[in-house]
């Protein structure tokens, strides 16, 4: 399994290209202009049939579109987060200038897991940051959304965000077992362990 990581859109989020070894991708989060990432892809002969997201805010669902067109993916995202993702007022997209709305194809649930190739990824919700933000796990890497970051947190100010959510949920990460890499949707990746010990928000 492969992990590339693009920073993309007007604010550097992060996307991920994970992969297996024939080639098969899910693409974790996109904003902006996708060229970097079809370049990634088509430099690599990958296969992306999976679009999935983290969560719904503006910057990580901005190229969702283009992406789709282009590979025809499966858009996965969790079932409670339907609102934001289809209401620019609450993903945010309406400030930016540009109106997003994106209608995925596959709604998971807490505890689901979703196969793409031959990878599994397991899906925890953990919302606070928005009120359906999710974690997908496949084998000892998390990818956290705008749940956990480096040394910090997302932020709840924004629309369906909760703060004693995001708290019960980075609690719950800092109590799973064992040690992940951890790759956030803004900023350097870091570990579980690191931020178990570290993080003020844990
Ligand atoms: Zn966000």
């Known amino acids: 399994m492969k992990i590339k990581t693009l920073a993309m859109g007007s604010i550097g989020t992060n996307c991920y290209v994970v992969s297996d070894d024939i080639g098969n991708a899910a693409i974790i989060d996109c904003d902006g202009d996708p060229m970097p990432l079809f370049f990634y892809i088509s430099e690599n002969n990958l296969n992306p049939t999976h679009i999935l997201l983290t969560h719904g805010h503006y910057d990580h669902i901005g190229a969702v579109e283009k992406v789709k067109e282009q590979y025809d993916c499966t858009v996965v995202a969790g079932k409670d987060e339907i609102r934001v993702l289809t209401d620019p007022a609450v993903n945010c997209s309406i400030y930016s200038g540009i ?7 596959v709604l998971v649930s807490d505890g ?9 990824f397991q899906i925890l919700f953990t919302p606070g940051h928005t009120e359906g933000s999710l974690c997908y796990f496949i084998e000892d890497n998390i990818f956290s959304g705008d749940t956990l970051f480096q040394g910090s947190c997302g932020r709840t100010d924004l629309p369906t965000g ?17 040690d ?14 690191i931020e178990r010990s570290s993080n003020p928000f844990m």
């Open 162 to 178: 909760d703060w004693s959510a995001i708290l019960r949920s980075l609690k719950m990460l800092k109590d799973l077992p064992g």
């Open 99 to 105: 109106p997003i709305t994106v209608l995925p194809d």
């Open 112 to 120: 689901d897991t979703v196969t793409v190739g031959n990878m599994e």
């Open 180 to 193: 992940y890499t951890v790759f956030p949707g803004h900023g350097p990746s870091t570990t579980l362990g």
